[in-house]
């Protein structure tokens, strides 16, 4: 017949669909798929349904002697308490020394990533602020970019959060009130949206002229108010 599980004596490697596990664990077969995912292990929470529960893997090692820990660890969720709705994230959990398994990262149904705790580094192993971006090609950095016309890119900067009428949100965003420009825009209110709401405080035109209280300056400084 067909061997569908073997165990190596000289090893205790097991094999799932092959004679010559090479792991502890070797799984081998044709993968599951159902719709974007595809895989060849399957893991299943039977714990009855709760917003937070949903299969996983945990990453365990040792960490003196013999003594071992919970490192890290993967789970796919169920992202509410909805009867009837599946919709799941993906969470990342990793811990620091003497301290508890702690939730870093999530990926939401809706495609949204969060990073509640730490600091993100590319192209650096020690990111100092929470997103920090080091380069080694002149004029390389971070690009933002409107996917279509008329959809102008920007870097949004929110307020503190502060309840005080005078805060504002900023927007600094290309090509707003006319092409090759770059703008400065200020919320209408606090906590407000300065696209929508706000005027331009100030524009640097395609030819640098730079308009105050204007967004087509005719001269090198052009300011009105």
């Given at each position: 017949g067909n061997t569908y599980v073997t165990i190596k004596t000289t090893t205790g490697n097991v094999g799932i669909g092959t004679t010559g596990p090479g792991l502890t664990l070797d799984v081998k077969g044709a993968a599951y798929t159902n719709q974007a995912a595809r895989g060849t292990i399957r893991s299943m929470d039977s714990t009855a349904m709760a917003a937070g529960v949903?299969?996983?893997?945990?990453?365990?090692?040792?960490?003196?002697?013999?003594?071992?820990?919970?490192?890290?660890?993967?789970?796919?969720?169920?992202?509410?308490?909805?009867?009837?709705?599946?919709?799941?994230?993906?969470?990342?959990?990793t811990r620091a020394n003497l301290a508890n398994l702690t939730e870093n990262m999530v990926l939401s149904s809706s495609g949204t990533l969060t990073i509640p705790n730490g600091n993100v580094g590319i192209g650096t192993t020690g990111?100092?602020?929470?997103?920090?971006?080091?380069?080694?090609?002149?004029?390389?950095g971070i690009r933002v970019s409107g996917v279509?016309?008329?959809?102008?890119?920007?870097?949004?900067?929110?307020?503190?959060?502060?309840?005080?009428?005078?805060?504002?949100?900023?927007l600094i965003m290309a090509d707003g009130s006319q092409w090759g420009s770059l703008e400065f825009k200020p919320s209408a209110a606090a906590q407000g949206d300065p696209y929508t709401t706000g005027t331009t405080a100030m524009l640097i035109d395609r030819a640098g002229n730079v308009g105050i209280g204007?967004?087509?300056?005719?001269?090198?400084?052009d300011v009105i108010g």
């Open positions: 949903g299969g996983g893997i945990v990453f365990n090692g040792i960490y003196t002697g013999t003594s071992q820990a919970d490192f890290a660890g993967i789970k796919g969720v169920k992202e509410n308490a909805t009867d009837n709705n599946y919709a799941g994230a993906l969470s990342f959990s990111p100092g602020k929470r997103l920090d971006v080091n380069v080694t090609t002149a004029g390389d279509t016309p008329n959809f102008y890119p920007g870097i949004y900067y929110a307020g503190s959060g502060s309840a005080n009428a005078s805060a504002r949100n900023w204007i967004t087509n300056p005719g001269a090198k400084l």
